[in-house]
Each structure stands twice: as structure tokens, then as C-alpha cells.
């Protein structure tokens, strides 16, 4: 498999292919348009060949294994005609749900230049790219073909090979992004990290760039989900659990004057300020 028409069969390219401009072509307003596109998108990749047959399932669609583009050893074709009308209703709901959300504001900046104002935020939950373990951009390229949009990864804080990224690489754009952080969270107010990683380098990499944005680490905890990924099903020695730390930005005067001094005569201070955000 070398091209994206490849992960799909005659038939169901053919299908989707024609969907997809009848939509293009339709003459309806934008919005509608837009979330016919959405409706179509939602089962680009479990038209695929990477939709896995699974006996004990009712339902067959979108079957295909997150996280990877893998083509199983049982492939289930599922007719674009049954999956497609059982999209509709969720979407309805979920469009009915939409209109009810106010103060919301979605972006797809790149978290190493955002453009939110200065300490204007008041809680960060971030759920980072965890090193080599999946390869974000990449997962995108069925998406993004029919869109004909690329994502540009220069920014995508991952270790990769074909992106020529080492873990100096990770660790630098990590750093830039707590930065960025840092610079949006109000002082006394809390970020939020789930990570995810077996390697001692990259969770070190993790903990540098929250230290040097800033920001004082008050609680590293485990997150069970309960339900476990393919590789710690397959590999033993695999990292079971997330590692959730809790980290607060300081108030501004006061690390100013910390680092002026090193620290020094303000060890009792430091612990004070350090317990009352506890």
C-alpha cells in the first residue's frame, strides 16, 4: 500500500468518490454543506480496507484500529448505504447538542504560538503527543486527501524518523509549548498533563520543559482507564497506566524575586506559598 486509493476496494472508492461530489457540487448553503462533508468524513476510514471484522459485534462500522493505519488479517466491507444512514441520526443529535454550547472557541493553532492573550486562562488540561508512540500527522492522510488539505507537521512535537525528529527535537518543541502555557495561565492557576510514555528520556523531557517554562510540579498521580490499549494487551513490561501531573504557576513577583536570589533565605517562603495552593 503506497496510495491512499489503496487502503479502499473498487466498489466502496467508487461510492465514497461519488458522495463526495455530490456534496462538492450540491447546491446548498455552507453550513449544510460542511456538515455533509462532516457526515461523510466520519466514515472515511471505516470505508477502508483497515475496517476489522469482529464476530462477536452487531454493528461493523468503524472497526479499524486507532492510532495506526493498519490493514487486519479479516477485513470487513461494510455497505456505504447501511453505515452511512446510521450516521445520520447521531449527527442530528450531536448538531441539536452544538446549538446549545456557547462561549466555546475551537482553533487549530499550533500550541507553540497561540494566539491567546497574556494570563488569560484559567485552567490547562493538555494531553501532549507522548515521543515516538504514534504518529499523529501521519494518521490524517486519508482525511486530508479528500479534503486536499496537508497538515503541516514542522511543528509536530513527536520523535520521528521520516520526520528527520530527534528527541532534542521533542524536547525543544515541548519546552515551547509549556512556555506558551505558561504565558496564557493566570498566575495561581493550575495546568494539567496526561503522559504516556515507557522511556525515561522522553518522560524527563516532559518534566524539563515544565520546569523551565516555569511552572512547579505539586502532584504526579496515575489515571486507570480501565480499558487497555493493543500494546499492553500484546506486550508485557508495557507502561499500563497514564501518569497525570498536576503543576501551578506561580505568582509572578514572587518567582521573579526567587530566581533573583536563587532561592536563597526564601525556603520558608517558598514551602508557605507552595501549601496554600495545595
Known sequence: VSRVDQFY??????????????V???????TVKARLFFWLQSLAVGQTKMNRYFEASYSQVNRYLKGTLYIGPKVSEVSPGYAFSGKINRLSQASLTQNRITNTYIS??????LTVPDCSIDYIFTDPPFGHNIQYSELNFIWEAWLGVITDSGQEAIISEGQEKSLEDYRELMLRSFQEAYRILKPKRWITVVFHNSKASVWNAIQD???????????????????????QYAYMGSVKNDLVINAYKPDTGFYSQFLKVAGAGMERAFIKQHLGYL
Open 9 to 22: 476496494t473498487k466498489r466502496n472508492l467508487w461510492i465514497f468518490a461519488a458522495l463526495w461530489h455530490k
Open 108 to 113: 487549530t493553532s499550533s500550541f507553540t504560538s
Open 209 to 231: 520543559g515544565l520546569a523551565k517554562a516555569g511552572f512547579i510540579v505539586a502532584q504526579v498521580a496515575t489515571l486507570d482507564k480501565q480499558q487497555k490499549t493493543m500494546t
Open 24 to 30: 462538492n457540487t450540491s447546491p446548498v448553503t455552507k
